[in-house]
């Protein structure tokens, strides 16, 4: 097997690893959204992220070295497009059924092929831009228009999306120079800087909204969790930490518009955990945008396939 289907091979079991881990993330945030204040459960995220960040630099090569950066001005801007995302996204998921809100969230591996012909340069042709398309329209569909208004949560997470596209385009412009670990300790410094100022700023309640009103999750009191939530605080620490090196380690070394759609696998975890753990099964508006969505998705990734392999015979100098 040659070095680049090696590498390649290795950033697709990443990417498929990572999402699975990360639907555990999604899971706990959903389980802890009716009670605790978004802020108070990312604090506590980013602590056992940070531990394991830490842990894995101290038993690498590199070490604690890995710390050190030329480069704190795309770290500082990276940080703040994942702490929009994370904001928007889970503020979305409290407000939405488990899969509906991961069905929109995947339009952020369109936006990555999107990006990846139109930043990084990377070839995208005229079909996989058609499934780009389609997988837009799926989103169009999950927002609900004729329903009488088109629902917040869904572009919220939209929003979301966008910015975690655009996350993963930082990477790939930072990884010649940053190790996955790096980048994931600055995203953790961020969120444990910015969940603190919120805490103190907010904590005490006195900014809290009415039930069920769009921004209630991020602006409740702050209390203490009883033992029986924090199986939940910790599942969402661990797999954030580990599930976000996996997917950095993926786009790090592999070609982005490869990677992304492998990151479907999030979408039957979260129709599993919708019903094994919240009793929830998508409706039939749902199942078309996320059949669009998905499909797009898979369309593309056999797209790639299918372009890589005449690449290897003919070596081509368009995408087909």
């Known amino acids: 097997m040659s070095t680049d289907a090696k590498s390649n091979t290795s950033g697709i079991l990443l990417a498929l690893g990572g999402g699975v881990i990360l639907s555990m993330n999604d899971l706990a945030i959903k389980a802890l959204s009716g009670t605790y204040a978004l802020h108070q459960i990312i604090l506590i995220r980013a602590f056992i992220g940070m531990a394991l960040v830490l842990i894995l630099m101290g038993i690498s090569g590199n070490g604690f070295r890995q710390i050190l950066t ?8 990276r940080t703040c497009i994942v702490m929009v995302s994370n904001i ?54 999950m927002t609900r228009p004729g329903e009488g208004m088109i629902q917040p949560a869904a572009i919220l997470v939209l929003i979301s999306a966008f910015c975690y596209a655009s996350s993963h385009m930082m990477t790939r412009r930072m990884r010649d120079t940053e190790s996955a670990a790096t980048l994931s300790f600055y995203v953790q410094v961020g969120f444990i800087c910015v969940s603190t100022s919120f805490g103190l700023a907010t904590g005490d309640g006195h900014m809290a909204q009415a039930p069920g009103t769009t921004w209630e999750f991020l602006f409740r009191p702050w209390h203490v969790p009883p033992l029986g939530d924090w199986w939940a605080f910790a599942a969402t620490g661990i797999a954030v930490g580990i ?26 975890m979260a129709i599993f955990w919708g019903v094994i753990v919240f009793g929830t099964w998508p ?17 593309t990734l056999w797209r790639e396939t ?5 690449q290897d015979v003919a070596a081509p100098s368009g995408d087909i």
Do not use: N
Not at 306 to 310: A, D, E, F, I, M
């Open 88 to 141: 928007t996204y889970f503020v979305g998921l409290s407000l939405m059924p488990l899969a509906d809100a991961v069905a929109v969230a995947f339009v952020s591996p369109l936006f990555v092929t999107m990006m990846s012909a139109l930043i990084l340069r990377e070839q995208v042709g005229p079909r996989r831009w058609a499934a780009v398309a389609m997988g837009l329209l799926g989103v169009v569909i």
């Open 283 to 299: 409706d039939r508006t749902a199942w078309a945008g996320i059949a669009l969505i998905c499909g797009a998705g898979l369309y």
């Open 70 to 77: 030329r480069r704190p001005g795309a770290h500082l801007l």
């Open 243 to 268: 599930g976000g090196l996996m997917m950095s380690q993926a786009y790090r070394t592999t070609e982005a518009a490869l990677i992304a759609p492998f990151e479907y696998i999030g979408m039957p």
């Open 306 to 310: 299918v372009r890589r392999k005449v």
